[in-house]
């Protein structure tokens, strides 16, 4: 299956860390990718499937993965990191397709 | 700086079609395929179909089959996707992006603005 799954709302205190997962059995064979995106605007990406970040990404985003869950987290959350997030991959069924999870609603409180 | 930037929203009776561009600068046009993903209000991100620059083919989601069509004017570094038969429910954003494919990775970046369809009576 090409599925990935993720929470669909997930919170965090200001300045404290929290991890956001993305689910898939596609993620044991190609890594995922991370966008941020805030209302009204297009995603961005803030992770690139090799877990380096674009510039003018702050180093408080990383990304890491083991078996079928890829995450992504941030260390020490600003308010400005309240967004949705979606994670992507690879669709099993051809190299150039591709597969979003249904998004994170970012929280910071 | 690489950017892909996107047609104007577009207002269309059921029904109609509608025709949306994506102009690449910044880079090779050619040497990446462009995605084309939509969100309807409220709702996550769905993908639509893939198209290569270079040599034109496409691959489009099952749902969507039969009613798009990517193309390309490699003349002017430009991507479109043409959707047909529009309904109500294929009211939403559609956004261009460019992607970046490795052997067991891939990723999008950068993303078009974002083109407004709406679908009404």
């Known amino acids: 299956s090409s599925e990935l799954t993720q929470d669909p709302t997930v919170s965090v205190a200001l300045g404290q860390t929290v991890r956001i997962t993305c689910q898939g059995d596609?993620?044991?064979?190609?890594?995922a990718s991370w966008y941020q995106q805030r209302p009204g605007q297009a995603p961005v990406l803030v992770l690139d499937?090799?877990?380096i970040r674009p510039s003018g990404v702050p180093d408080r985003f990383s990304g890491s993965s083991s078996g079928t869950t890829a995450s992504l987290t941030i260390t020490g959350a600003q308010a400005e990191d309240e967004s949705d997030y979606y994670c992507?991959?690879?669709?099993?069924?051809?190299?150039?397709?591709?597969?979003f999870g249904g998004g994170t609603k970012l929280t910071v409180l | 700086q690489v950017q892909l930037v996107q047609s104007g929203a577009e207002v269309k009776k059921p029904g109609a079609s509608v025709k949306v561009s994506c102009k690449a600068s910044?880079?090779?046009?050619?040497?990446?395929?462009i995605h084309w993903v939509r969100q309807a209000t409220g709702q996550g991100l769905e993908w639509v179909g893939w198209?290569?620059?270079?040599?034109?083919?496409?691959a489009y989601a099952q749902k969507f089959q039969g009613r798009v069509t990517m193309t390309r004017d490699t003349s002017i570094n430009t991507a479109y996707m043409e959707m047909s038969s529009l309904r109500s429910d294929d009211t939403a954003v559609y956004y261009c992006?460019?992607?970046?494919?490795?052997?067991?990775?891939?990723?999008?970046?950068?993303w078009g603005q974002g083109t407004q369809v709406t679908v009404s009576s």
């Open positions: 910044g880079y090779t046009f050619t040497n990446y395929d």
């Open positions: 596609i993620l044991r064979r190609f890594s």
């Open positions: 992006a460019r992607l970046i494919l490795g052997a067991t990775y891939n990723w999008l970046d950068p």
């Open positions: 992507n991959s690879r669709d099993s069924r051809g190299n150039h397709l591709v597969v």
């Open positions: 499937a090799r877990n």
């Open positions: 198209m290569s620059p270079d040599s034109g083919d496409t």
